[in-house]
């Protein structure tokens, strides 16, 4: 005689799976998911080849609900490399996003009446084997081809694509306002300040199956959206070459809003810290 399964059991299992519908269990996968790939990428990540680390504050940083808890890190050397046709490139990304909305389940990346509206901070880190510093000539000036070639692959190939944006609709117009330089961050002098106007696609589209992306971001659910329609954003990057790492830095923030990307960069950015990791023994 078959036992029957407790009310108690079914109870039980019918609320667990109610509950993984639910908003706050999208961003609980996103939290567990991201953690443990950015750790992995971590270990293929320029940091780790070179021996030194970087870190960057996240949203918890703040009391504002403005940007995801923590950054991540993300590799994609071969990427890059076919992007930019340089076999001797690699490219490390460390990134973070708008914050979660608990009502919506997906982050405020989506969302075109937040100020965070498609908004990202973080930093790009760019090894050329050949010993070249990347992103500037050899007077030390800035190369902006090279530089702005970094968030245009970023945006397209690593973010948009992947919602569903074809190659022939991909909009990346960047004009750089001002470049100061020698600028003291984040504990070292010599860096180049460069702001931009930009207009690039917004990530707002019409939610999709089989999107990777949405393990982190969550799925969009906005209404009246106009599909990945390019809109005006403010850009901003410091960047500096350290020889000691054959490396060049790029801090980077890509806001909508002027005043949230002077926020970004006052109360969270500029506390980020670089330094030599020392080996074992």
Known sequence: MKKKVPVKCI?????????????PAVYLRSLLVMSVYSKQMQKESIMKEKGFDIHIPGGLTTWKTDWYPFVMTFVDNKGF???????????TILYNFPAF???????????KNSS??????????????????????????????????VPEFDFYWLVLEDFGLSPEDFVFDC???????????????????????IMVNQACHTARQNVRSYLQYGRPNEKDCFEFAAIPMKGRIYARYFSEWNTSIFYYIITVDN???????????????????????
Do not use: M
């Not at 909305?101 to 969302?111: A, E, M, Q, V, W």
């Not at 470049?179 to 106007?197: A, L, M, P, V």
């Not at 949230?260 to 023994?281: N, R, W």
């Open 11 to 23: 109870i039980v299992i019918i609320s667990v799976f109610l509950f993984l519908l639910t908003p």
């Open 81 to 91: 490399q076919s992007y930019t046709g340089n076999e001797n490139l690699s490219l």
């Open 101 to 111: 909305s608990l009502l919506n389940g997906c982050s405020r990346l989506f969302d």
């Open 116 to 149: 965070y509206f498609n908004g990202f901070y973080g930093a790009y880190l760019v090894s050329d084997s050949s010993g070249k510093p990347y992103g500037f000539h050899s007077d030390g000036t800035i190369h902006k081809r090279e530089v702005t070639s």
């Open 175 to 197: 004009e750089i306002t001002e470049i100061k330089e020698n600028i003291s961050y984040s504990g070292f002098d010599g860096w180049t300040r460069i702001d931009s106007d």
């Open 259 to 281: 005043e949230i990307l002077e926020e970004c960069d006052k109360k969270i950015l500029s506390y980020s810290k670089l330094e030599q990791v020392l080996p074992d023994g």
